[in-house]
């Protein structure tokens, strides 16, 4: 059974920065596409950023692109989305998901993530 478990998140200004984690147990994590997803009160759950199983392709949504970076590490079973310039409509409860067989790193679609973190808090002050 695969395990997904993120860690780093917190309360933190405006502006300021956050390292996300994500560690994976349970299966070969080098062969899967990786996925952050965020909630907000009273949102649905919206795509943040994807990263292919090689680590050479990502992507992101518009409204992270250019303040968000992902990468991973095969060898360690993690992925970490590095959050910088952050605004309060950041502040959500971020999922890390672990994508299905034959999922992109183009897949934005929650239903095409197999598995889930427990997720965790991101505040952003104003």
């Known amino acids: 059974q695969v395990q997904l478990v993120e860690s780093g998140g917190g309360l933190v200004q405006a502006g300021g920065s956050l390292r996300l984690s994500c560690a994976a147990t349970g299966r070969t994590f080098s062969t899967y596409t990786m996925g952050w997803f965020r909630q907000a009160p009273g949102k649905e759950r919206e795509f943040v950023s994807a990263?292919?199983?090689?680590?050479?392709?990502?992507a992101y949504a518009d409204s992270v692109k250019g303040r968000f970076t992902i990468s991973r590490d095969n060898a360690k079973n993690a992925v970490y989305p590095q959050m910088n310039s952050l605004k309060p409509e950041d502040t959500a409860v971020y999922y890390c998901?672990?994508?299905?067989?034959?999922?992109?790193?183009?897949?934005?679609?929650?239903?095409?993530?197999?598995?889930w973190g427990q997720g965790t808090q991101v505040t952003v002050s104003s």
């Open positions: 998901a672990q994508g299905g067989g034959g999922v992109r790193y183009t897949s934005r679609a929650s239903d095409e993530y197999r598995y």
């Open positions: 990263i292919s199983w090689s680590g050479i392709n990502t």
